[in-house]
């Protein structure tokens, strides 16, 4: 829909939705005030919602659907466009390339092109590739998915941290998709993972009649830990497959707490220039120390 400002000129609107509950930590804050600022240059609204309920009384795992508000809140239907965003989300330096460009499509999301790779060899509280495969197979069963697999037939992955959804869109998911809980129930016998909210939009927008789009990966660079002690790494995505870094996802545990300082190095430095607030073994875990006065007695007694 086209609105009409002051002046008589048609204009779109847009909104950027963001989520959290809990204390507003440095992290927290810090992705607010980047996002709120990046919607502004860009022309579009911004919501903050603190501690509020609405999609948590409508399922049973509560707080993994809150970020899907606005699939269930009718305040959102007077949008042309909806974008959800995580709040451990960050805008790069100065960007103002508009996130809202979808053509024609209900939806836009990003895949998480290295996590079918990570299913195979890893195995993090039951999220693997096998756990995938069946999932599809139900999913085909009960509401006729068709998901998608990527070039070696392994299901692909989709990263709900960056999200965005037509009026068009967003009116087919509160029509035509099944409720939060009528799928949380479905998935009863897969680990908890399958029963959140990325897995439930991951397979809705497979639905017959839904049009969505694989979004350039620069609009969801995700920075996660790739691995167990002690040989993790640092997974940096920024830049895969050449797409420039636009939105970067720090999926890191405990980055909320970091000082600003530290997530803007991760947003915008490479890695051997981040100045981190943790131990020096990290991401692996912290060396142990010895107690060196009780190893003395031990010695002296022994």
Known sequence: MKYIDDNGEKYV????????????????????????????????EYRFDHNIQIASKT?????????????VDPSFDEYDNVALIDIDVYPVEGLTENLFH?????????TEPKQPHFRQIYDVAGITNENDKRWCELLKRK???????????????????????????????????????????????????????QDYFSAMIHMPGFNFKAMDNGWNCYMHKVGSHPNAQIGDNRGYGGDAPKLVHVMFRTADDWPVSAINDVVNKPIREWNLPVHKEWPNDAEKTSNTLLTELNRIYA
């Open 13 to 44: 609107r847009n909104i950027i939705y963001q989520y959290w509950q809990g204390d507003l930590k440095p992290g927290v804050k810090y992705s607010t005030k980047l996002i709120k600022e990046y919607a502004d240059r860009i022309g579009a």
């Open 59 to 71: 399922v049973n795992v509560p707080i993994y659907y809150e970020p899907a508000n606005p699939l």
């Open 102 to 110: 979808l053509d024609g499509e209900d939806a836009g999301i990003c």
């Open 143 to 197: 509401w006729g998915i068709e998901y998608s697999f990527d070039s070696k037939e392994r299901p692909m992955v989709y990263n709900t941290g960056v999200v965005v959804i037509s009026k068009a869109g967003l009116q087919k998911m509160k029509t035509t998709w099944p409720s939060f809980q009528e799928y949380v129930n479905e998935m009863s016998g897969f680990p908890r993972f399958y029963r959140l909210f």
